[in-house]
């Protein structure tokens, strides 16, 4: 069988064929899970969201006009579900941060032992957990999601040199991690 | 000369910098350790940043999405079906009650409308005729048994509202609970 695009699923739905709407959740669910886990932090409340999110997306398929890529709109609305959830419970987020300038600084997350235990895989994993709810989200969509930085800043209503910096930043401090470990020695 | 900052190395990195930008990147990270460091450990950055791999939803997940999306658009066509019979019931009660009308005005008003009498005449006739026998039909015995199947019809429609949106409750609570 055929791949099917994005529109066609959407268009097959929007006909009544609900269940081609699993075409487009199996399509994506990964994806956007592994941006809200590492958004969220907790694992349960991810699938949680995500299953919102999909409800969400299916009801407002009649409003999608398709100017934008599907994932691109889908990717938005995951995005703003997770600020909200985020906003609701109150915890730090970076929507009440004042811009893209505040710092942050991982090494301050671990106790230097706990570096000198890890292998670079799994201190990467880990810290991009740790890394503020925005600048994991663009770790997530650039890197896994195979987003361009264009998308990316569409999806987060924000400028593509914001994006860059995000980006730029995120790289900077895991290589600080492990410029300053071990690891270093070993890797490089 | 530019400066090499970790900006440049990024962008070196992803491949967005000028070429004479490019050559001078280049050199440094030739002549300096310490760029070379910085370069090595943001590579190594990249490359297992791009071999991260997804995290897995439950298996469940998308067999039990499904069951709440069609059961929450299934709440809305059962609705319009109801709508759509009680609203098909009430048109032919109302078509057979003007049949009703119409055929007792034709009995009641012999071959006046065929006679020499203007089309107004013969129009007031008929309306007249009409309105009578409409007056009949609204009138004692035929009042009350029009009030009755109106009754009735209400009652059941009623009937069936609730059960259907307790119906409706019901599975939308079942689809949350899943």
Known sequence: ????????????????NDSDYSIIVNRYKNKAFSMLKRMLKNEFESEEVLQDCFLKVYNSLNTFKGEAKFSTWFYRIVYNTALTRLSSQKRKTETEMTSVEDHFNLESEYRSDEIEKKDVNQLIHDTISKLPERYSAVITMFYLNEMRIEEISEVMGISVSNVKVMLHRSRNSLRDLILNSRLAKELI | MIQITDEILNKYLDGELSREDTEQVKSALLNSDEIRRKFSALKLVHTKLSSLKED??????????????????????????????????????????????ISAVISATPSSIGDSKSVFDSFSNLSEGLVKSIKQLFSGAGLSIICSIFSIIVLISGYFFFEMQKRAKASLSNGQQL
């Open chain 1, 1 to 16: 069988m055929r791949n099917l695009s994005d529109q066609e699923i959407i268009d097959s739905v929007r006909k009544g």
């Open chain 2, 56 to 101: 897995e939803v439950s298996p469940s997940f998308t067999q039990n999405l499904m069951i709440q999306i069609i059961k929450k658009s299934s709440v809305p066509r059962q609705q319009k079906y109801f709508i759509v019979s009680v609203a098909t019931f009430i048109t032919l009660l109302c078509l057979v009650i003007f049949g009703f009308s």
